[in-house]
């Protein structure tokens, strides 16, 4: 569930890495129409069958989208991290939301209203090119996902996920967002099959893993490893 408004947030958020990406002008109109909505552990920013969504910057915290599957299940698509955006494909259809967001923990969300978004595109160029680029990256992404599950072997799929985060980070050392389970749906695979590979690794002098962390310790040979077929 939803716990406040929090209005004060928004002078603060000008310095977010987020907003830094624009020009003055169109920082101060985002911060001017939007707000802050804090949610508890387990709340659902949207549901599935929503029939209408705003626009959502994750400012703190952990989002999961998921999806329910036939059974029951829930398969968890994608991590939302702090400073990314979700959801931007319902600013342009009229389609019920197929996915549902859930905090996996407390979380601040920016969200702006449809219509003050979209009159924000009208205004700003450079808002617009920025959906038009992270819609594309997204896209490509999924496109590359896809391929990776039907080319690539499990323990390449993971080596690329790390390599991810690593560039990300850019650092050797990182910080796994998720456990192995959340990360062996993503990557297509059961958590016991991740688990072995993952352990492989280790015995290989590949990576060393404490808990979370990951160090990536020879990326030579796993990026050797990621080449074959």
Known sequence: MKISYNADMNSNLSDHHFFKRFSPDLRKAMLEVGKVVEYRKGALVFSIGDADTDFYMLVEGRIHIHKVSKGGQKRILRTVQPGDTFALVSLFDDKPMFVAAECVGPARVFTISKEDFTALMQ???????????????????YGEAMTSMTVYFVDQRFISYLFDLSALVESDEVQL?????????????????????????????????????????????????????
Not at 191 to 210: H, N, T
């Open 123 to 141: 205004q700003y160029y450079e808002l617009a090119r920025f959906i038009v680029d992270g819609l594309v990256r997204r896209i490509r992404k």
């Open 177 to 229: 967002p998720d456990t192995l389970s959340t990360i062996a749906e993503q990557i297509g695979t059961a958590r016991e099959v991740l688990s072995r590979e993952v352990s492989k690794m280790v015995k290989k002098g590949w990576i060393a893993k404490k808990g979370q962390k990951v160090v990536l310790k020879k990326r030579g040979e796993m990026q050797k490893r990621l080449e074959e077929r």
